[in-house]
């Protein structure tokens, strides 16, 4: 009842966002990043998450892959998810250039510092409801203010679901619909690096990567934010190929 709820206000706050954007603004792909805080997330790997996630944003790459494609622009959200609630760090943004990326990175990483220690993460509960957080990325999805043909769900969690029916169903679910679903596990657990794959990503050439320490993290998540932008780019091979993202 509380993730129907949640989902509920979700859809009709996304809803009226959108239907206050006078104009269609389309762009080449829409990606939606929920960041696991359960119960088995520390503090530290919270922060590991978000440095990875920030330092990827404003990656010279990824600003560069983002100009390369045929708008020239993303739309980028952000949501935390463990069980019961799904803390927006960042509402729907477009990233056109370093200065929007720059932007929307400060506000990841001010979301994350408002939400730690406040009576919101109190609520998030200890449990991992991967499901739930695909669910909540799908509806974020289908809310955004930006048209597209392409749209991305990232889940980055050091878990296997634990709460209700399971991942699958819902990923089954989202990928019929046109959805692709990406994954990040974070740390050494095979086990839950074999589920992510199989019971997780999936969709139109979905991936799943591993990173086992936090300088891992950063360079995993740039690159897996450069391989969805690129996706339908002229010269996405030559993007992919170049340096390591720092």
Not at 70 to 92: E, K, M
Not at 168 to 194: K, Q, Y
Request: hydrophobic letters at 45%.
């Amino acid at each position: 009842m509380r993730r129907l709820i949640a989902l509920s206000l979700l859809t009709w706050a996304l809803l009226a966002g959108r239907l206050a954007c006078a104009d269609d603004v389309a762009t080449d792909v829409n990606i939606v990043t929920g960041l696991d805080l359960s119960g088995s997330i520390e503090p530290r790997d919270a922060q590991v998450q978000i440095d990875g996630i920030t330092m990827a944003i404003r990656s010279p790459q990824i600003v560069a892959a983002i100009k390369n494609g045929n708008h020239g622009r993303i739309g980028f959200a952000l949501f935390v998810w463990a069980s019961g609630n799904y803390p927006i760090l960042v509402t729907w943004r477009q990233i056109a250039s370093a200065e929007d990326a720059g932007a929307v990175a400060d506000g990841v990483s001010a979301g994350l510092h408002g939400l730690i220690g406040s009576d919101t993460l109190a609520k998030l509960g200890a449990l991992t409801d991967l499901s739930g957080a695909l669910d909540y990325g799908g509806e974020m999805l289908h809310a955004a203010p930006f048209a597209t043909s392409r749209r991305v769900i990232n889940i980055i969690g050091n878990g296997i679901d634990n709460v209700g029916d399971g991942a699958r169903p819902s990923r089954d679910r989202l990928v019929a619909e046109g959805v692709t679903i990406n994954g990040v596990a974070i740390g050494r657990d095979r086990t839950f690096f074999a589920y992510l794959k199989r019971d997780v990503i999936g969709g139109p050439d979905s991936f799943a990567l591993m990173a086992n320490d936090p300088e891992m993290l950063v360079e995993v998540v740039a690159r897996k934010f450069v391989t969805e932008i690129v996706f339908n780019a002229p010269n996405a091979h030559q993007l992919l190929a170049d340096q390591p993202l720092r």
